[in-house]
């Protein structure tokens, strides 16, 4: 697979880039865990970092800015459609769902966001992991990866190159762009398929943090 990371000018800073991705896409456990500090949920788990003081604030920190350089040089083909899949476990807020008084919808995602350019990839995300008693359907988030928002492609360094992973930096806004579609898949069954506009606000939220 080709050095993604040719763009990137400084050596040194090719050297951060690929031996941080390495070591964030080859442990999924810490993964979780990372994205557990930054979303504060679950609520049990979470105390559980409280409890020993330590949120990985620093490594979050360096592992972000990683992202942000390598999404800088990623390739972004003409009118390329990125894809997640949500969980019909999964609540989503309801001003994702309905405006709010100044006609604004959407949510900030504070974990790593991963999103992926093949729709059946992001389907089979979409399953639901507790089979009964949810009454929602499973969500696909549908958007057109732009020059400025648009995530890092981490096909190079992932265990699972098949998956054609596109990541996001923390505190990602979704935006629902317009109505839903229901659609049938043969894997996820009714799904709904949502347009949305991703914005990042990673750097303008820790420069005032």
């Known amino acids: 697979m080709r050095d993604v990371t040719k763009g990137i000018c400084s050596i040194s800073d090719r050297l951060f880039v690929k031996t941080l991705m390495r070591y964030l896409t080859k442990r999924r456990l810490q993964f979780y865990i990372y994205n557990l500090a930054l979303r504060q949920f679950p609520e049990e788990k979470y105390a559980d ?5 330590n949120f990985y604030t620093t490594t979050i920190l360096v592992l972000a800015s990683a992202v942000q350089k390598l999404s800088r040089v990623t390739k972004i083909e003409p009118g390329m459609r990125l894809y997640r899949g949500i969980s019909a476990d999964v609540n989503l807020p309801e001003l994702f769902i309905a405006s709010d008084e100044h006609g604004c919808t959407g949510f900030t995602e504070w974990a790593f966001m991963s999103t992926t350019s093949n729709m059946q ?3 089979r ?12 359907r499973p969500t696909l988030l549908v958007f057109v990866a732009g020059s400025v928002d648009r995530g890092a492609d981490i096909r190079a360094y992932s265990q699972y190159p098949q998956e054609e992973e596109f990541l996001f930096v923390p505190c990602s806004f979704v935006e629902r762009t317009g109505e839903g579609i229901i659609q049938v898949t043969p894997d996820a069954g009714i799904v709904n398929k949502v347009p949305v506009k991703v914005s990042l606000l990673f750097s303008k939220h820790f420069e005032h943090s």
């Open 49 to 53: 970092l409280k409890k020993a003081n």
């Open 121 to 123: 990839v992001a389907l």
């Open 125 to 136: 995300y979409s399953k639901p992991q507790i089979s009964a008693g949810s009454r929602n």
